[in-house]
């Protein structure tokens, strides 16, 4: 019940095209949902969150798109650039546990 | 402000030796997180801590991973014996705690076990 499941594993999309990653999760105690960034040698980076109370969040080209009668949430990157390329994890967080997905291996083809 | 510092970046030793990672937080940040990331997965929590006392090792094999946290600040993380499968990235996070849900990480250590 932990668990947050990601999809697709990886995901190549043409420069200025929308990059969608989609995760799904069973625990209603989670209370906060992020993405990170990850970049190779690095360690993961907050990109953007959202709370299960808002339906959708915008910073810039990434948006947070979040249903939570499905248990469903979304990352959207509008106008992908090659400097985009990089693992992006979702997560979900209880008082005291951040549970990661799986990640997806974003390319951006110049 | 200072991120997250962790040394090493890389270790490479044999299976059944012992090796330590050491992590510097965030200054102020009260909690603390060791992860462990296996290639192509994401980060699994192994151990939180409080300042210097332990909220959650429940993930963490208590039979050969150990770590402290000295004074609430700096902390290690030790893995005695070591076996193939605890080859990874360990990656260190910080956060202020309470209802500061913002993680910090560091660069992590890729520990390579041969």
């Known amino acids: 019940q932990q668990q947050v499941k990601q999809s697709p594993q990886s995901l190549i999309v043409q420069k200025g095209g929308i990059s969608i990653i989609n995760c799904a999760y069973e625990n209603t105690a989670f209370d906060y949902f992020p993405w990170y960034q990850q970049f190779p040698g690095k360690g993961p980076a907050l990109l953007i969150a959202?709370?299960?109370?808002?339906s959708e969040k915008k910073e810039g080209r990434f948006t947070i798109s979040f249903n939570k009668s499905a248990k469903q949430f979304s990352l959207h990157i509008m106008d992908s650039q090659p400097g985009d390329s990089a693992t992006y994890f979702c997560?979900?967080?209880?008082?005291?546990?951040?549970?990661f997905g799986s990640g997806t291996q974003l390319t951006v083809l110049p | 402000e200072a991120g997250v510092a962790q040394s090493p970046r890389y270790k490479i030793i044999e299976k059944r030796q012992s090796v330590a990672f050491w992590c510097n937080p965030i200054?102020?940040?009260?909690?603390l997180y060791w992860y462990q990331q296996i290639l192509g997965q994401g980060p699994k929590l192994l151990i939180q801590f409080q300042n210097n006392g332990v909220v959650d090792d429940s993930q963490l094999p208590k039979d050969r991973f150990s770590a402290e946290r000295l004074k609430g600040v700096d902390s290690t993380l030790k893995i005695q014996p070591a076996k193939l499968e605890d080859s990874a990235v360990y990656l260190c996070?910080?956060?202020?705690?309470?209802?500061?849900?913002?993680?910090?990480f560091g660069s992590g250590t890729r520990l390579t076990v041969v």
């Open positions: 200054s102020g940040h009260a909690t």
């Open positions: 959202i709370r299960p109370d808002v």
């Open positions: 997560a979900a967080r209880t008082a005291r546990q951040l549970t």
């Open positions: 996070a910080s956060s202020l705690g309470g209802d500061d849900y913002g993680y910090t």
